[in-house]
């Protein structure tokens, strides 16, 4: 892995309990930046924290609880300074917003279908998505207004082209790259970028039941992701890291705003023929 001067920045992670932006965490710490590990779940972010060592701390954060997310931004100021990154990492989905049928089959009973979604499952995963980014950009990106700054969201395939059975999660990853859109071009007088990084199928916690059996034989889901991307195999969460650091580098991505990257093994571009 390539290696960049971060030394100059204290970033704000959100959802750094979680496999990937754990993962983001390191390797940025790694190229020297100060990084703060932002999370509900507080044990988990405070053994990533502990792990990466005197460039981290752990801050417990409800990313749909304005106060919750102003108290954690006091927290590193206090520490580190000046927040000058953010990464909106925390999003996910749920049970009560998934279908259990890809496609509409009248006739089937006790089958979960579009109807039955839960009306506070969906606005659980639009508020997870969605809301936590705009609450906490709206917090930490004042740090930003007066002497620049890089926020990074996280996208998904969801965005380019809808999954079936999970239309909220689409509809919000969709969201979030608007928001990014958005975002780049109303800071872009702050020398302010907001870039997504898109990722396409990886296995997290979140996902493993969805992708493998109980016996590890992977699901008939898996068969069809795998075929639709043309690299054949799942991603790696070190797959992830280039575009990171690519876009955390202000001399290498200094005049890239308003983009959402793709890291997916081909999966938006194949048509299916």
């Known amino acids: 892995m390539f290696k960049v001067d971060l030394s100059n920045k204290v970033v704000a992670i959100t959802g750094a309990g979680g496999i990937i932006c754990s993962e983001f965490a390191k390797i940025l710490a790694k190229n020297g930046a100060k990084v703060a590990l932002l999370d509900i779940n507080y044990q988990s972010a405070e053994n990533y924290a502990k792990e990466i060592g005197e460039n981290a701390i752990a801050v417990a954060c409800n990313c749909l609880d304005k106060q919750s997310i102003i108290d954690a ?17 925390a999003g996910g989905n749920s049970p009560k917003a998934t279908t259990d049928n890809e496609t509409m089959t009248p006739d089937l009973t006790g089958v979960k279908d579009f109807f039955a979604l839960d009306e506070s499952g969906l606005k659980f995963v639009f508020d997870l998505n969605i809301t936590s980014a705009f ?11 007066k002497t620049g700054g890089n926020i990074i969201n996280v996208s998904s395939m969801n965005a380019y ?17 608007n928001f990014t859109q958005w975002l780049a071009v109303h800071f872009a ?15 997290t916690n979140q996902n493993r039941g969805l992708l493998f059996n109980q016996d590890g034989t ?11 991307t043309p690299m054949k195999k799942f991603g790696e969460i ?6 990171l650091l690519w876009l955390a580098d202000d001399s290498a991505s200094g005049f890239v705003t308003g983009t959402v ?5 081909g999966f938006s ?5």
């Open 269 to 273: 571009a194949y048509s299916g023929v």
């Open 161 to 177: 082209r809808p999954l079936t059975k999970i239309p909220a999660y689409s509809a919000a990853k969709a969201g979030i790259s």
């Open 238 to 243: 070190e797959d992830l890291l280039g575009t």
């Open 218 to 228: 992977p699901t008939a889901r898996t068969n069809k992701i795998l075929s639709a």
């Open 189 to 203: 007088p702050c020398n302010v970028r907001c870039n997504a990084i898109a990722p396409g199928f990886f296995v």
């Open 135 to 145: 609450l906490v950009t709206q917090v930490f990106a004042e740090d930003m207004i």
């Open 261 to 265: 990257i793709p890291v997916d093994g």
């Open 73 to 89: 931004k006091k927290a590193i100021n206090e520490k580190f300074g000046a927040v000058n990154f953010l990464i909106n990492g």
